[in-house]
């Protein structure tokens, strides 16, 4: 049993995460936070703790963001889009049990107070922005690290508050540069 509370965006969350977890879980319904959701998360919140999980899409991080306001000392838990997504719909209801319990094993704090360890030159260095493959190796690095996908602005602010280390920061790339050298073996 987790012992903060689940705040996802629908029922059909709560179901996928019953196949992964026993949690107890608050369903947003949407952007559209009512008063009374807002006070129901906010007891949670206070006497749990909360764990924010929506969707990895736009909408998902608007409410995300919102929360993040709302309740400055939630955790996050990030499903990676490509795990999140089948039938042409994305969302924590596609995701499998094992990739929601990889993302509640990765969980990260925001930190309000952030120090700036990286920068947008480390970034470009490490070939996660003002490249081809930027895009596709901030998902994979963001998956590893557990901050989730974001454009590199956004995924810069993630490294800084989420109190992702250099050590850590380091690690994930030997990963993945190892993960495409031996994809790049694959193909040839």
Known sequence: MIKEV???????????INKAVEADCIITGGFSLKKYMI???????????????TDPDSAGERIRAYLSKQFPEAKHAFVPKKDA?????????QASPDAIRTALEKVRTLGWNPITVFTGADLIAARLSGSTCASERRAK???????????????????????????????????????????????E
């Open 39 to 53: 006070d129901h998360i906010r007891q949670a919140y206070e006497k749990r703790g909360i764990i924010i999980m």
């Open 141 to 187: 690095i963001g998956e590893i690290l557990g901050i989730g996908y974001a454009n590199a602005k956004t995924f810069l602010t993630r490294l800084n508050h989420y109190g992702v280390t250099e050590a850590e920061f380091e690690k994930a790339l030997d990963l993945l540069d190892a993960q495409d050298a031996s994809e790049g073996e694959k193909t």
């Open 6 to 16: 689940l705040v996802v965006e629908g029922k059909m969350d709560v179901v996928a």
């Open 85 to 93: 997504t089948a039938n042409g719909d994305i969302g924590i209801e």
